[in-house]
């Protein structure tokens, strides 16, 4: 017996959803899955390597369709990534994929050395990030990956919000010279990402343009800070918000013009405060002598609370009306 | 090369190396005698790399798991060619690209190493990619006994036997002794051939110091299929008397009357070589 998952969206987020006409699409997940399988179909050289996790990770149909283009290791997540080292440094296009919570954690060493040190063109995925795994505890759980990783130097880190994103991120991924670490969920995400904006690597998106506050957000947060940012608008306040889909290297321009131009800056992650992307933010904005009215919204530094991924993202307030009143009480401040 | 040429540049080399940590002030001294022979053969006989062909995707791999033991590496590839003697000068100075373990920036240096557990899961996907390509390739690392406590190993162990990597070759620098001690004392891990042999591997045990028996067991390929195991029995501080098989030896550094009478040591050694040789 398990427990009907909760929903991600109040009544009223789902009724902004529809008002902001947000076209539904599936799991990062899925999208990942099947951009790699159409990669590895034009690239014998692209590899999978896994560890017992190719249900998981959605590349059953890829094992499938190109068996040779695959490499299983067991549960063994060290392996895992010595071995994608190893088939990177051989002119392999490998893409080791694994739970982002055993891969940044069990294996940090090897991600240190054999990939990031060693400078191999290897790609590190991480699946499930976050608490995309919700009630299965913080075993489970990766809210340290992003600050262990911007912690390496020589590599880069994705967090995409989309599908949009997803699939450039991996694309990207497939034709980098260095290392590249992507991490994304498995829930069924919104289309975010403007019509017409381009993905690059390093370069914030602009979703929403805003002068009041500014919402720096990525990955499965995203669509929240969107519609926190509609929600706040019929209030008479303007909200940008930026997907910051690389957090390494950190788009210092788009923080700073946020910064400059906005009253409030707001950095919303599924990833632990410390470390994670709103101190990466904080640091950028100080350094340059900006001091905007400053929130950080993320998992705090805690017995993190059980539930599902969705009472999760609400108990600590990223959710359309947590952001909302985070923003309305930020500027409110005297 | 005769064993009997490799034998005699056995001496220049060691001599090569104590100068190199005398002067860098630091250095894996032990291990690094431990360990020598078994690369003077691999690069001087067994590997198919020169350096002129370290860009080559068909040329053999060879990744130094104990990657502590850089300075007898160093000393067998700078006479080998790959770069120039002088470069060893700066060992561990600011700026210098020969730091205390292998680097890529290095010619001819395949893989980052250093931490220990590391080597062999590289190789594994070394091995994975040549096979995937074809290739002919081998791919070989050094492991240390102390090292094999890190279980990354075995996860290896069991993977390369899994996917039946025939062109995969871990010779074990067994030379019983680590930082702390005797490994038997430490965290026993014997017997050692059967537990590899338990997880899918050919085995052969040799002598770690003898040129013919070594040659043999890294050239004879091993039953399809079947990753290749060389447990090489070896001295640690092997070739100079007052540094075998004495624990402070693992990071010890020469005194320069202890370089002396090492020099000397080694130079002696080569003379009754040479003179019962003949």
């Not at chain 1, 190893?86 to 739970?99: N, R, T, W, Y």
Request: charged share 20%.
């Amino acid at each position: 017996m398990s427990a009907p998952a909760p929903s991600m969206f109040s009544p009223a987020a789902n009724a902004m959803i529809q008002q902001l006409g947000l076209k539904k699409g599936r799991a990062n997940l899925e999208e990942f899955a099947d951009t790699l399988q159409a990669l590895a179909t034009a690239d014998r050289n692209l590899i999978a390597v896994t560890s017992d996790s190719r249900g998981s990770g959605k590349l059953a149909p890829f094992g499938k369709a190109l068996p040779k283009q695959i490499v299983e290791v067991g549960i063994a997540e060290q392996n895992l990534v010595g071995i994608t080292a190893g088939l990177a440094a051989c002119g392999k296009k490998a893409f080791g994929v694994s739970p982002s919570c055993f891969l940044t954690a069990r294996s940090l060493e090897q991600i240190k050395n054999d990939v990031c040190y060693s400078n191999v063109p290897a790609v590190l995925v991480g699946i499930s990030s976050g608490v995309s795994y919700g009630a299965l505890g913080s075993t489970h759980h990766s809210l340290h990956d992003l600050a262990v990783l911007r912690a390496i130097n020589n590599v880069t880190i994705l967090v995409p919000a989309d599908n949009i994103e997803t699939r450039e991120a991996i694309r990207y991924a497939a034709k980098a010279t260095r290392p590249v670490f992507v991490r994304f969920g498995k829930a069924a995400m919104f289309d975010v990402t403007p019509a017409g904006a381009v993905f690059e690597a390093g370069k914030a998106i602009t979703i929403r343009e805003g002068t009041d506050v500014a919402f720096i957000a990525n990955g499965e947060t995203v669509v929240h800070a969107v519609l926190a940012a509609a929600h706040l608008a019929a209030g008479g306040i303007s909200a940008r918000v930026l997907s910051l889909h690389t957090v390494k290297p950190l788009d210092t321009a788009a923080i700073l013009a946020a910064g400059r131009e906005c009253r409030a800056v707001i950095t919303v992650e599924e990833h632990m405060v410390a470390g994670g992307v709103g101190e990466a933010v904080a640091s950028t904005l100080l350094q340059a002598g900006l001091a905007p009215r400053f929130k950080m919204v993320g998992f705090p530094d805690e017995d993190t609370v059980t539930g599902a991924q969705a009472d999760l993202f609400r108990h600590y307030g990223i959710s359309m009306e947590g952001l909302s009143a985070t923003a309305t009480a930020l500027l409110r401040r005297s | 090369m005769t064993d009997r040429d490799l034998v005699l540049k056995s001496f220049a080399l060691r001599r090569r190396m104590l100068r190199l940590i005398y002067e860098a002030g630091a250095g894996h001294t032990g291990g690094g005698l431990s360990c020598l022979d078994i690369l003077n053969i691999l690069y001087n006989r067994v590997l198919k790399i020169t350096p002129e062909t370290v860009a080559d995707p068909l040329r053999d791999r060879y990744v130094q798991s104990k990657g502590h033991c850089v300075e007898a590496l160093y000393a067998v590839m700078s006479d080998r060619g790959y770069f120039p003697d002088a470069d060893l000068d700066t060992v561990c100075h600011y700026r210098s690209y020969y730091v205390g373990h292998p680097t890529r920036k290095i010619r001819g240096m395949e893989m980052n190493t250093g931490a220990l557990g590391h080597g062999l899961p590289i190789c594994l996907g070394m091995a994975l990619a040549a096979k995937m390509d074809g290739a002919t390739t081998r791919v070989f690392t050094l492991l240390g006994d102390g090292e094999l406590a890190e279980g990354s190993n075995w996860e290896a162990a069991m993977a390369a036997a899994h996917h039946k990597l025939d062109n995969l070759v871990a010779i074990l620098d067994h030379n019983t002794l680590q930082i702390t001690g005797h490994t038997r004392d430490v965290l026993s891990n014997e017997p050692l051939d059967e537990k590899w042999r338990a997880f899918g591997w050919e085995v052969r045990t040799v002598d770690g110091h003898d040129y013919a028996a070594l040659t043999a067991a890294l050239t004879t390929p091993p039953p399809a299929g079947k990753p290749l195991f060389i447990l090489a029995n070896t001295v640690k501080g092997k070739g100079v008397g007052f540094m075998e098989n004495v624990g402070k030896w693992h990071h010890g550094v020469p005194s320069e009357a202890e370089l002396a009478q090492a020099l000397s040591e080694l130079t002696a050694a080569e003379q009754k070589v040479r003179e019962a040789s003949v």
